[in-house]
């Protein structure tokens, strides 16, 4: 059974930096791209970040690009998402997506985790 989970959530002040994990289990993490989306209160999940299985590849929503920072380490099933500079907009659950191959819209991702939430104060 694949399993992932995220980590790192929590609430912090605009100009702040949070780093969020998503752990795999039950599946060879190295395989798969890994996808960042966020959800905030009464509106649809927007993609964030992705990164490719050869890790060379990352792209980045212009609302997060320049601060966020996508990243993984195989070895350790883990994928991490650098957030810094944060802004009250950035409030928002963060999930972690793997598929086959990576991509902006959640159906291309076949595993999600539960989700970890980030909120950020002015």
């Known amino acids: 059974q694949v399993q992932l989970v995220e980590s790192g959530g929590r609430l912090v002040q605009a100009g702040d930096s949070l780093r969020l994990s998503c752990a795999s289990s039950g599946r060879t993490f190295s395989m798969d791209a890994v996808g960042w989306f966020r959800q905030a209160p009464g509106k649809e999940r927007e993609f964030v970040a992705y990164?490719?299985?050869?890790?060379?590849?990352?792209y980045y929503a212009d609302s997060v690009k320049g601060r966020f920072t996508i990243s993984r380490d195989n070895a350790k099933n883990t994928v991490y998402l650098q957030m810094n500079s944060l802004k009250p907009e950035d409030t928002a659950v963060y999930y972690c997506a793997a598929g086959r191959y990576a991509g902006v819209r959640a159906t291309q991702y076949g595993y999600w985790g539960r989700g970890t939430q980030v909120t950020v104060s002015s």
């Open positions: 990164i490719s299985t050869n890790i060379i590849g990352t």
